[in-house]
Every structure is written in C-alpha cells, then in structure tokens.
C-alpha cells in the first residue's frame, strides 16, 4: 500500500463514522514518521484539515510534537501523557492513556505483544531504557496496543529462548486468535516478552550475556536472524 493510497483507503471510512455520529475525531496522532504509520496525514489532512497532527518531529505534516512527559487531553475525559522511546526511530513516542480506570499505552513499533521493533535509527542500549525503563514503569494492568499485528511470528522466536508457561498460554492464544492488541498488558509482557526480561538469568544465559544492554543487543541479532 503506498503512503496516498493510505490515507485513501483511511479517510473515507473515517468520515463514514463521524458522519453516523459513531466517531468524535478531535486530533491525528502519530506514534512515529515511518509513512505505514504517518504516510497518510497529508490524504487525510485533505478531509479534515482543521485537526492538529501530533507525532514525532518528522512525521509528514506534523504541528504538533509534545515533550517527553507532556499530558494532554483528547475527547471527554481521556488524559494522555506523551513517552518518547527513541530506537526504532529517533521520532518515536508512545501514548500511554487514561479514561477512569482503563489504562492503556500505544507503542507504534517500539512494544510488540512478545517483541519489539527494529533498532532502525538506535541502539539496544536506547530499546533496553524505552522497553524495561520506560514502559515497564507503566502500571502493570496497562493494555498494549501496538502498530503492527506480529504475535505469531514474535512468540515463535520466545519459545526458542525459553519456554516459561507464559510463552506457552502466549503461543496458544496467538494460534487460536488473530488479533491479539489490547489482549495483553505491560504486567504480561514482563512475562511472556523475552526481551523485557534482560535481567532474568534463564535469558542471560541463552544469549551467553550478562549486561542488560548486551542482552538486548544478543536478543535482537538473535531475532533477526531467525
């Protein structure tokens, strides 16, 4: 899909469930400026050109780019903090958000259920703060909602690392499920993500490293070489 046919394909069915009254949009939100999460925001600025577009500093058509740690609002009572979490782009940032008691954090390609993304544009040291730092700091019944639907494909490399009864309930959901965001909390991705158990020794000693940082490193090779 290139970046136009995106926003193509999105605005349309947007402007159906604002017109049905259904959808009360407010604001475009970018987690970062690849164009499979931001291409778009010029197609749909064309139908909704009086929205801000929040994102990462170089996303396409952006006016607004909130600090690390800024809360804003969006709607009736939704309270959003902005977390910057550079690695996968130097853009990137997640949104972790409240309505009452529900809790939930966006992680665009930062936080996969039972992986992360890519160290396109950073370093593990940078994937180590924005996943065991960062987001694991996060109340452990915030549920994940990430950019891209890769649990099968995630799961399988886990179980190559260790097969805790996590991993396993993991694995059985994702064979039986084909979406699995807002499934899974930061408290289960502490279990079942081998890469946010750096510290635990069953893990260190699948990568034959110690360091936090150096097991990131070994986990995301590892990966990528599957």
Same mark, same amino acid.
């Given at each position: 899909?290139?970046?136009?046919?995106?926003?193509?394909?999105?605005?349309?069915?947007?402007?159906?469930?604002?017109?049905?009254?259904?959808? +009360?949009?407010?604001?475009?939100?970018?987690?970062?400026?690849?164009?499979?999460?931001?291409?778009? +925001?010029?197609?749909?600025?064309?139908?909704?050109?009086?929205?801000?577009?929040?994102?990462?500093? %170089?996303?396409?058509?952006?006016?607004?780019?909130?600090? %690390?740690?800024?809360?804003?609002?969006?709607?009736?009572?939704?309270? $959003?903090?902005?977390?910057?979490?550079?690695?996968?782009?130097?853009?990137?940032?997640?949104?972790?958000?409240?309505?009452?008691?529900?809790? $939930?954090?966006?992680?665009?390609?930062?936080?996969?259920?039972?992986?992360?993304?890519?160290?396109?544009?950073?370093?593990?040291?940078?994937?180590?703060?924005?996943?065991?730092?960062?987001?694991?700091?996060?109340?452990?019944?915030?549920?994940?909602?990430?950019?891209?639907?890769?649990?099968?494909?995630? $799961?399988?490399?886990? =179980?190559?690392?260790?097969?805790?009864?996590?991993?396993?309930?993991?694995?059985?959901?994702?064979?039986?499920?084909?979406?699995?965001?807002?499934?899974?909390?930061?408290?289960?991705?502490?279990?079942?993500? $081998?890469?946010?158990?750096?510290?635990?020794?069953?893990?260190?000693?699948?990568?034959?490293?110690?360091?936090?940082? %150096?097991? =990131?490193?070994?986990?995301?090779?590892?990966?990528?070489?599957?």
């Amino acid at each position: 899909m290139t970046r136009s046919n995106k926003g193509n394909r999105v605005a349309p069915v947007l402007k159906e469930q604002i017109d049905a009254g259904k959808i +009360n949009l407010t604001a475009i939100v970018n987690t970062h400026h690849h164009w499979d999460h931001a291409g778009g +925001n010029n197609k749909m600025l064309e139908q909704f050109s009086d929205k801000p577009v929040i994102g990462g500093k %170089d996303c396409e058509a952006v006016s607004r780019t909130p600090k %690390d740690g800024e809360t804003f609002g969006i709607g009736q009572g939704i309270t $959003v903090k902005a977390l910057y979490t550079p690695c996968h782009t130097q853009d990137s940032i997640c949104y972790f958000m409240e309505d009452g008691n529900d809790r $939930v954090v966006f992680t665009g390609d930062t936080l996969f259920v039972g992986g992360c993304g890519r160290f396109f544009e950073g370093t593990a040291e940078e994937m180590n703060t924005a996943l065991n730092k960062t987001l694991a700091a996060l109340p452990d019944d915030t549920k994940v909602y990430p950019g891209h639907e890769y649990t099968k494909t995630n $799961v399988k490399f886990c =179980m190559t690392v260790s097969q805790t009864e996590p991993i396993k309930k993991l694995q059985s959901f994702a064979e039986n499920n084909k979406e699995t965001q807002g499934r899974f909390t930061i408290g289960d991705e502490k279990l079942h993500n $081998v890469f946010m158990r750096v510290q635990d020794p069953e893990i260190q000693k699948a990568t034959g490293k110690t360091d936090p940082v %150096d097991v =990131m490193a070994a986990l995301r090779e590892m990966k990528n070489n599957m």
